[in-house]
């Protein structure tokens, strides 16, 4: 085995070890709106669920530079987003909302993705997705140091849910029919494989 100290490597080194290794990833296509009004969009694969009672979910948004993305600011100022996840059928046009735009300039039309009003909050989605997740503001956590924090963890509490109704039965989400996409690293992705059964001890 090789025994690698994190505090002798890079930056990038550490980056590509950890998104090489934690796999797949679920990807959260996240939009939220600019004090300007403008909608941004951008996909983030450091995205899990975090509880079920309230129901939450979380995202690592990485500063360059120390400098906080566009969605974060967004987030703090707006206290709203929305969180879809990102399948088969639209990761080709959310991974072009990944260019890093100006804040007055909206993903969204760069990608030609449609919004569509939200039911709870301002921030509108975009339909592009089977489904998609209405989030309010819960909690934020500067990590990494402290004069020069290296991300932003930002916690958001569902409070509506959009799902595609042929993806949905007897309270189940149909694996399949989502068509989720996860990220691996570089320009890798993958999709759901062998999906197999252990039944948990009692
Ligand atoms: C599939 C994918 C996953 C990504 N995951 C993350 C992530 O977890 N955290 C992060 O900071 N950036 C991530 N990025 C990069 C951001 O999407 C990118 O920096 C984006 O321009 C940020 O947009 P914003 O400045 O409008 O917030 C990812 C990019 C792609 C294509």
Redesign the pocket.
């Known amino acids: 085995m090789l025994l690698i100290d994190p505090a002798h490597n890079t930056e990038r080194e550490n980056y590509k070890i950890l998104i090489g290794s934690i796999i797949p990833r679920p ?1 959260a296509f996240v939009t939220s709106v600019s004090s300007e009004g403008v909608l ?1 969009g ?6 899990n669920v975090v509880s079920a009672n309230p129901p939450m979910i979380s995202l ?3 500063r360059s530079s120390g400098r906080q ?3 974060v600011r967004n987030i703090l100022e707006s206290k709203q987003f929305v969180v879809h996840i990102v399948d088969e059928k639209n990761v080709e046009m959310i ?1 072009k909302t ?3 735009l100006p804040p007055d300039q909206s ?1 969204i039309e760069l990608a030609d993705l449609t919004p569509v009003e939200s039911v709870k909050i301002s921030v509108p989605g975009v339909k592009e997705a089977k489904m998609r997740m209405e989030c309010v503001f819960e909690h934020s956590l500067e990590l990494g140091g402290g004069e020069t924090p290296g991300c932003d963890l930002i916690i958001g509490k569902v409070v509506q849910f959009h799902i595609e109704n042929d993806i949905y039965e007897n309270g189940r989400i149909d694996p399949r029919g989502l068509g989720a996409v996860s ?1 691996l690293a570089g320009n890798y992705y993958a999709k759901i494989g062998d999906i197999f059964e252990i039944k948990r001890p009692k």
């Open positions: 990807i941004n951008a996909p983030f694969s450091f995205f690592s948004i990485q993305k566009d969605t991974n990944a260019a890093s993903e990220r």
